[in-house]
């Protein structure tokens, strides 16, 4: 599979100043595969460490001196290998399994930035809160999300259909055949091992095994890595977050998670998940004329998606027959899986917020393009009336709206309509019409 993320894998080896190298993301997103295919194609030699499968026997390098020459030289010992700098990548996977094998990033950078140093985490938010120590400014940062819709179409052999995305004519002519790409996404979602699945079988039914081995999996790190107590809220939460969505309140709301529930209890919770990037949180702002909009979010008002749109469909309980189906897969959830769909594909590219005003109104999303406040609403379908995507005009005027359905791509004073299948893999019409 092609990971657009590899490039910047590339950027990294060669940039001047380079620094080691953090490879975020959640469990299962493919991140050992990419270091590891990176090493094989762009270097002579990688040496490998799970600190987490292998965690005993890789403490002892980190035991005492974490100076770099003296990591080196008990890794050439343990594995009889030599390590040349020029020639080698060093990839510490999990590394938040070993604190000090993080502290030794800084190091690394400090006195040994001839050798190669890649680090992968996927519980890292949850160990930083656990006093871990980061090293801070001493490292370079990258995020593998799960496979995004225009690696998923290059994954299962239409890369060819991503060539006409710029052109509006010929949109209107395949439009058909991206739809029907996004609706198996929809199923299948992003996460390697499911789309590999689905390249292979064709079958739903194992791709619906994958994801519920996932699910399990992360269910698993939940009760291996928190409290008893945190981790019947961890479930309790999980197991509203269909719920939630169907409600489409305007906010997460703990009530929903158990009568008389509050927030303060569910907090830590709350943060476990985002750290683990299983879910993400989007915060609500009541403006929206004024930057950044970070400055004007309202951190008690939030709402949950989850990491990826199969598996939550999986959790959800929602039949392929239904997504296939265009009628029932914007009825149900009120349409809430186009909308983590859109969520899903801006998120590496933007950070999303969300807009209500005092009269109920609400937009799906609000972010900034080129210096400009944006809304964004996702519409079921052909329903297109959109009340409170006309109040935001409205009142602030913005220079660019968006608007994701399914009718054609649509330009016309100000609002843009795109077709659902144009989030992310469309940011050139987004450039375009936010400069006009």
């Known amino acids: ?90 990839i510490f996977d999990e590394v938040q399994e070993i604190p000090r094998a993080l502290t030794s990033l800084k190091y690394f950078c400090e006195d040994a930035p001839e050798y190669f140093v890649a680090a992968s985490g996927s519980l890292l938010g949850v160990a930083l809160h656990q006093g871990t120590s980061f090293p801070v400014g001493k490292i370079d940062n990258l995020e593998l999300e799960p496979l995004s819709f225009e690696e998923f179409v290059m994954a299962t052999g239409n890369e060819r259909f991503l060539r006409i995305i710029d052109n509006e004519v010929d949109l209107r002519i395949f439009g058909d055949k991206l739809e029907m790409l996004l609706r198996e996404y929809l199923i299948v979602g992003g996460m390697p091992e499911a789309v590999a699945s689905w390249v292979a079988e064709r079958d739903y039914e194992e791709v619906d095994k994958v994801q519920n081995t996932i699910l399990l999996a992360y269910l698993n790190d939940i009760s291996k890595h ?11 939460i999980w197991n509203s977050l269909p719920a939630q969505f169907a409600k489409r309140n305007e906010k997460f709301m703990f009530s929903v998670i158990k009568g008389g529930a509050r927030a303060r209890e569910y907090e830590l919770a709350v943060q476990w998940l985002v750290d683990c990037k299983i879910v993400r949180r989007v915060e609500r702002v009541k403006v929206g ?53 859109v969520l899903q594909q801006m998120a590496g590219k933007h950070t999303l917020y969300y807009w209500s005003s005092e009269a109920n109104a609400e937009v799906d999303f609000v972010t900034e393009i080129n210096g400009g406040i944006v809304p964004i609403e996702v519409k079921s379908g052909t329903n297109v009336k959109a009340k409170s995507l006309k109040a935001f005009r409205d009142n602030y005027q913005p220079k660019l709206s968006v608007r994701f359905s399914l009718l054609p791509l649509e330009y016309n004073s100000g609002l843009l309509n795109l077709p659902i299948y144009l989030a992310g893999v469309g940011e050139g019409y987004l450039e375009k019409y936010s400069e006009r």
Do not use: C
């Open 226 to 236: 928190t409290d008893a107590t945190t981790a019947t809220r961890i479930h309790q």
């Open 1 to 90: 599979m092609k990971r657009i993320l590899y490039d910047k894998l590339q950027e990294w080896k060669e940039k001047k100043g380079r620094k080691p190298l953090l490879l975020s993301g959640a469990r299962q997103v493919g991140k050992t595969y990419l270091l590891k295919e990176f090493g094989k194609n762009e270097f002579e030699n990688v040496v490998y460490l799970n600190l987490d499968k292998d965690k005993e026997r890789y403490e002892i390098l980190f035991k005492d001196s974490i100076a770099p020459e003296e990591i080196i030289t008990k890794l050439e010992t343990l594995l009889g290998a030599k390590i040349e700098p020029a020639k080698t990548l060093i």
């Open 289 to 341: 004329d004024k930057l950044p909009l970070k400055a004007y979010a309202d951190t008690s008002a939030f709402k949950l998606y989850f990491l990826d749109v199969g598996l939550f469909r999986h959790l959800a309980g929602v039949s392929t027959e239904m997504v296939l189906n265009n009628e029932a897969l914007f009825r149900e959830f009120n349409g809430f899986f186009v909308e983590q769909f």
